[in-house]
């Protein structure tokens, strides 16, 4: 019921047809005028105002170029509806003609396109400078004009609402083919590369539910759990002075939860998702090509588009050199460097805060707190790194951007480029430096009774004796689900409240308006004219929709960019990763449409022939996800020294079969400190050592392989990382020969693809000829 209430609140009259008329169109009726764009600015009485002039100097340009101006006042707010003179169409699908790179695709022939026009017009808008020397970014920095944007087509736009823009078709198919019509290329790619990658998340989700039904499955006869729920070891105090000694029985809920996640399971499971990768990326690679050939712009070039519409705007422009600097080159890694090692100090802030609150909250007078310190000073940090998160991908966007400008790249395309592998380096850290502390570095560098390491003054944590992967767990699930759960809310709700003003505004210039249409004169070519309040209405139903810009997009490929190294990078840690994400954008598909088609502002439709840079970042997250799955289970996983537990200490090394092969384990790899050694006594205090029930201890136990007389790493422990360095090196060549083969095994273009290409290029080899030989008989 309630999206049905938000589809119906958010549906803006769809009875007016192209937002002009309350009736129907007579198949006999003249096309009607359109606008490409329309310029908002606030309305100044003073025509000596520098505001003033320079809307009129920059309306003066505009006309220079032929571009029609219709200016409507309406309170405080000038409209300027502005439309391109057919010319310039003209020129720019010759100029598309002889090009290089862009010879044969579907703007070359036929009518074009409002899409077609958008673009070309938005290119040459941002391109037109006044006297001062100032362009139009400059202009809506200085508030000169207030907003730009391109209106929505009401009959496309109601098409797109019935067919993909809706809850109830959350389990259909989307229709590219009209969103690449309506919004461009580039919108289109973004939706098939999310419905494709959402597509093959449906046996990776199915078998991390397997591997986690797995864990469940031994739940209460695994013997490793068994040995921590009913041993009694005591365990050396986690903190300084405050802390007493522990119960190892006690964290019996942490052991169970622990094996779900940390099983024989998820060695398949990371190598599977390692190869799945490159089948994704291969298997895209092919579905892209079948696309791009169907709308004849596998040939795209948009730095050779750039130049047509470079002389489009001006016959007499100047190419952009390309430059290089050493210099800017050098400032730029120095500056990203330094960017780096700041987000990096976050990370390490975050660390200092669990070590600080893990002690803390152990001395809280609510028992619940006191007794479950770590786990909650895990979830309170995984908490503060998602608002850190927040905030930092506001600053390294704008560190992004300044970059790119001291860069002076010579196109849009490098400059998109350049910035999309800046933002996603510094997001990439920005997200992963705390995992990479708790996947590789928790619990291992911390010390031991006698020698603990402490940052200022606090002790390192330690992991747990079943291990450290479910902190990596809790870290990682907490990102997600907040990540996901509440970016979706604020993306939905935003524009939908904004989209609630726009309808009111509408309704009320509707009753205004009544029945003009049969009074709208027609222009010399015989286009429909409607009145000043039809226009009016169309224009501030666009206006009061959502803005968008140039990072509309880029902030969605970032979000499911960002996903995906969540799916692949850790899953040996987090097998339920892939069903997350499978659910997530199931709804994040309808979610995008639906905030595109109908709360936000056009987009400016791009033509391209690939996701661009996005797919060299995709390849570098395969490849890290073979490394960094590989140190999970070799380094932060438990397999290692179980494994070697199995078949070189444990019951079964010896021959016995009378018990399981892993009884014993947990002791075995628990270490004894004496507090009658001098070093240790002076890390515990007498009143740590007494347990819940008042008995004094002088001896704790604590993870790790240590001798209990002089604390030297025992001969088991060198075995043990032998193997685990061991394991690290096969499992990534293993994968990573396994990735080449699947990469070669699946070609990036389909026969078929190859097959029309070929057609193509013959038709348009003997099409040309045609045209020479037609082109001489003229001149005879």
Not at 588 to 595: N, S, Y
Request: glycine share 4%; charged share 25%.
């Amino acid at each position: 019921m309630f999206f049905k209430a938000v589809e119906e609140n958010i549906e803006l009259g769809d009875r007016q047809k192209d937002g002009y008329s309350t009736e129907p169109l007579l198949p006999s009726t003249p096309v009607q005028k359109t606008f490409d764009y329309v310029l908002v600015a606030h309305k100044v009485n003073d025509d000596t105002d520098q505001k003033a002039q320079r809307q009129k100097a920059f309306i003066q340009e505009l006309e220079k170029k032929n571009i029609a101006v219709t200016t409507i006042i309406h309170d405080d707010k000038v409209f300027f509806g502005l439309r391109a003179p057919r010319e310039m169409f003209e020129d720019y699908q010759y100029l598309l003609k002889v090009s290089d790179s862009c010879n044969w695709c579907g703007d070359v022939k036929g009518a074009v396109t409002q899409a077609t026009r958008i673009r070309i017009v938005n290119f040459i808008l941002y391109h037109t400078y006044i006297n001062t020397g100032e362009n139009l970014d400059e202009l809506l920095e200085k508030d000169v004009f207030e907003t730009i944007f391109c209106l929505h087509e009401r009959k496309k736009q109601k098409r797109l609402k019935k067919k993909w823009a809706r809850w109830s078709g959350l389990f259909t198919g989307q229709p590219v083919s009209d969103v690449r019509c309506y919004f461009g290329e580039k919108v289109a790619l973004y939706y098939l590369w999310l419905g494709w990658y959402t597509k093959l998340l449906v046996p990776a989700a199915a078998l991390g539910v397997v591997v986690f039904l797995y864990g469940l499955a031994f739940f209460n006869t695994n013997p490793l759990i068994k040995e921590v729920c009913e041993s009694n070891i005591t365990m050396c105090p986690r903190c300084d002075k405050t802390c007493q000694v522990w119960q190892l029985s006690d964290t019996c809920t942490y052991a169970k939860v622990s094996h779900l996640f940390d099983n024989e399971g998820t060695v398949a499971f990371a190598m599977f998702m390692a190869i799945w990768a490159t089948l994704f990326l291969e298997l895209w690679k092919r579905h892209r090509a079948r696309h791009v050939c169907e709308w004849k712009v596998y040939d795209w070039c948009e730095e050779e588009e750039e130049l047509i519409m470079e002389i489009v705007n001006d016959p007499h422009c100047k190419p952009k050199q390309f430059r290089h600097s050493y210099m800017r080159s050098t400032l730029v890694l120095i500056l990203v460097t330094l960017m780096l090692m700041l987000i990096i100090g976050l990370a390490q802030a975050l660390v200092v805060f669990r070590v600080v609150a893990a002690p803390l909250m152990s001395q809280c007078e609510w028992n619940f707190i006191s007794e479950h310190a770590n786990p909650l000073a895990v979830m309170l940090g995984a908490v503060l790194h998602y608002l850190t998160i927040q905030i930092m991908t506001r600053v390294n966007r704008w560190i992004s951007l300044k970059l790119c400008d001291i860069e002076k790249t010579n196109s849009f395309a490098a400059t998109e480029r350049s910035f999309t592998v800046k933002m996603f380096t510094f997001q990439f850290f920005t997200l992963f430096s705390s995992l990479f502390y708790v996947a590789f570095f928790l619990g291992r560098i911390n010390g031991h009774p006698g020698n603990y390491v402490r940052i200022a003054g606090w002790r390192l944590e330690e992991c747990h004796p079943s291990g450290c992967l479910t902190d990596l767990f809790i870290q990682m699930a907490v990102i997600m689900l907040l990540k996901q759960t509440l970016n979706n809310i604020f993306e939905f709700t935003v524009p939908w409240l904004k989209s609630c003003v726009s309808r009111n505004t509408a309704k009320k210039l509707q009753r205004k308006c009544g029945h003009c249409y049969r009074k709208a004169c027609r222009d010399e070519e015989g286009r429909v004219e409607p009145c000043d309040i039809c226009k009016l209405r169309d224009w501030l139903r666009n206006y009061h929709l959502a803005n968008t810009d140039a990072f509309s997009l880029f902030n969605e490929f970032l979000e499911m960019v960002v996903q995906f190294s969540f799916t692949t990078i850790f899953v040996a840690a987090f097998p339920l990763a892939p069903l997350l994400a499978l659910v997530n954008n199931i709804f994040e598909i309808r979610l995008d449409a639906i905030k595109m088609v109908r709360l936000e502002r056009r987009l400016v439709p791009r033509k391209t022939n690939d996701i661009g840079v996005w797919t060299k970042v995709l390849e570098a997250i395969g490849v890290l996800a073979v490394i960094a799955n590989g140190l999970v289970i070799g380094v932060s996983s438990d397999f290692i020294p179980r494994l070697v537990y199995r078949y070189r200490y444990g019951p079964c090394a010896n021959g016995s079969t009378d018990t399981h092969c892993m009884q014993g384990y947990i002791n075995d790899t628990l270490s004894m400190a004496s507090v009658a050694h001098p070093a240790v006594r002076l890390d515990f205090v007498e009143k740590q050592m007494i347990t819940e029930n008042g008995l004094n201890v002088t001896e704790c136990s604590y993870r790790d392989y240590r001798s209990d007389e002089d604390y030297t790493l025992t001969s088991q422990f060198w075995l043990v990382l032998a193997v685990r360095f061991a394991f690290v090196i096969l499992f990534e060549h293993v994968v990573v020969v396994c990735k080449f083969v699947a990469a070669w095994f699946v070609p990036n273009n389909p026969i078929q693809v190859k097959n029309n290409r070929l057609h193509d290029k013959l038709e348009r080899l003997k099409e040309e000829l045609r045209e020479m030989k037609h082109g001489k008989s003229t001149d005879v």
